[in-house]
């Protein structure tokens, strides 16, 4: 009878099971895929966080040109296609466009999407700029102002990136027309010292608040920093959101300023600016260093760690002092010549004025020969010669 016990007791334990499954072993899979994941969103994260290599301005002028880079351009190509290949960057880079992102991982990142604001800045403040600089105000560089100025963090249509490829499409069609027939190109120095003037008070703002990251005040003596117009003390979670943004106004600026320097090389030249154009791009170039650190660090003094900030701020103010001082000398030199599509003053004529003749006025009668055209020279000779006579 034993047997039968277990068996019924077995025939008990699979109807519990069918009439009440356990559904444990179905985390285990789910647990596995959530890891993937994870993995995989972390892996996607390091290599989207990796800054895009630079380019080389004169390859990307002939790229963007197409075909029409066998014929000269007028100036200003390179600063225009220099502009569009800078802007096409941030849809082109890996993973895109992040700063607008909603998922992860694009969501958990936050070191590239402010070096994609330190980029998009000065972007911004070249285009619209650029109107400034040409003989007239080209629509398609309005268009690609209006387009940049745009909210970057827009995610729905029109999306930030939408804006960004119009932008770069409004760019495109004018570098196209400086290869037309009488194009409307940058004027040599016209609005070059304004531009540098607005990225010098862009890096000023941008050093004041990596500045400000530094808790002891003495150590800024030495950077020509004024602790009165210092902002409040940057959080802790938010210096490496400004130290990545200046590593990104670096990037941008970089490659826009070499852009305006082939196009200008010959106003910088007459300024006897290349020297402190240079001085500028290696003040520039050394905000680009490897950061070796998987952090950014905000030590002091001589201790462990070091202070990342202190270091990017000591180069963003020689930059900024570099660019104001190439806008001064810049501001310094003639203006330039009128724009050749605008027309001249029209000549002021004299004003008409009516003489009435009066009736009783003695008006000796004209000489004959005058009176009749058909007379012969000898006459009015004869006529002149006794009139000389009769005066004597």
């Known amino acids: 009878m034993a047997w039968m016990g277990k068996a019924g007791a077995r025939r008990r334990r699979s109807n519990e099971v069918l009439e009440r499954p356990q559904y444990g072993w179905i985390w285990k899979p789910l647990l596995t895929l959530l890891g993937l994941y994870l993995v995989v969103t972390v892996g996607l994260g390091i290599w989207w966080s990796q800054a895009p290599a630079p380019f080389d301005v004169e390859q990307a002028t002939l790229e963007r040109r197409g075909e029409a880079a066998l014929e000269p351009a007028a100036r200003g190509a390179v600063t225009t296609a220099t502009l569009a290949a800078t802007v096409a960057t941030l849809l082109d880079k890996p993973g895109g466009y992040l700063r607008n992102d909603i998922a992860p991982p694009g969501l958990w990142l936050d070191n590239m999407p402010h070096w994609e604001l330190g980029v998009l800045n000065q972007a911004r403040d070249l285009a619209r700029a650029l109107p400034g600089m040409t003989a007239g105000s080209p629509d398609a560089l309005e268009v690609a102002s209006e387009r940049l100025m745009g909210d970057d963090r827009d995610?729905?249509?029109?999306?930030?990136?939408?804006?960004?490829?119009?932008?770069?499409?409004?760019?495109?069609?004018?570098?196209?027309?400086?290869?037309?027939?009488?194009?409307a190109g940058l004027v040599a120095g016209l609005g070059l010292a304004a531009w540098l003037a607005g990225v010098a008070e862009r890096l000023d703002d941008l050093g004041l608040r990596l500045s400000a990251s530094v808790g002891q005040r003495g150590a800024l003596r030495g950077l020509d920093v004024d602790a009165d117009a210092l902002p409040p003390r940057t959080p802790w979670h938010r210096v490496d959101d400004i130290f990545f943004e200046a590593?990104?106004?670096?990037?941008?600026?970089?490659?826009?300023?070499?852009?305006?320097?082939?196009?200008?090389?010959?106003?910088?030249?007459?300024?006897?600016?290349?020297?402190?154009?240079?001085?500028?791009?290696?003040?520039?170039?050394?905000?680009?260093?490897?950061?070796?650190?998987?952090?950014?660090?905000?030590?002091?003094?001589?201790?462990?760690?070091?202070?990342?900030?202190?270091?990017?701020?000591?180069?963003?103010?020689?930059?900024?002092?570099?660019?104001?001082?190439?806008?001064?000398?810049?501001?310094?030199?003639?203006?330039?010549?009128?724009?050749?599509?605008?027309?001249?003053?029209?000549?002021?004529?004299?004003?008409?004025?009516?003489?009435?003749?009066?009736?009783?006025?003695d008006v000796a009668p004209p000489p004959e020969a005058l009176a009749e055209p058909d007379a012969a020279p000898e006459a009015l000779a004869d006529e002149v010669a006794e009139e000389a006579a009769t005066t004597e």
Request: aromatic residues 6%; charged residues 25%.
């Open 155 to 183: 995610w729905f249509y029109p999306s930030t990136e939408q804006r960004l490829e119009e932008a770069v499409e409004a760019l495109d069609a004018y570098l196209a027309t400086l290869g037309e027939p009488d194009p």
């Open 247 to 361: 590593r990104g106004t670096g990037w941008g600026l970089l490659h826009l300023l070499e852009g305006v320097h082939r196009d200008q090389a010959d106003v910088l030249a007459e300024a006897g600016a290349d020297a402190a154009w240079e001085r500028l791009i290696a003040e520039l170039a050394m905000t680009q260093r490897r950061l070796w650190s998987p952090l950014v660090l905000n030590g002091s003094g001589f201790g462990p760690f070091a202070n990342h900030s202190l270091v990017m701020a000591h180069h963003v103010i020689r930059a900024r002092d570099a660019a104001s001082a190439l806008a001064e000398r810049l501001e310094a030199l003639p203006s330039p010549p009128a724009a050749p599509d605008e027309a001249p003053p029209a000549p002021v004529e004299p004003p008409v004025v009516e003489v009435e003749q009066s009736d009783d006025a």
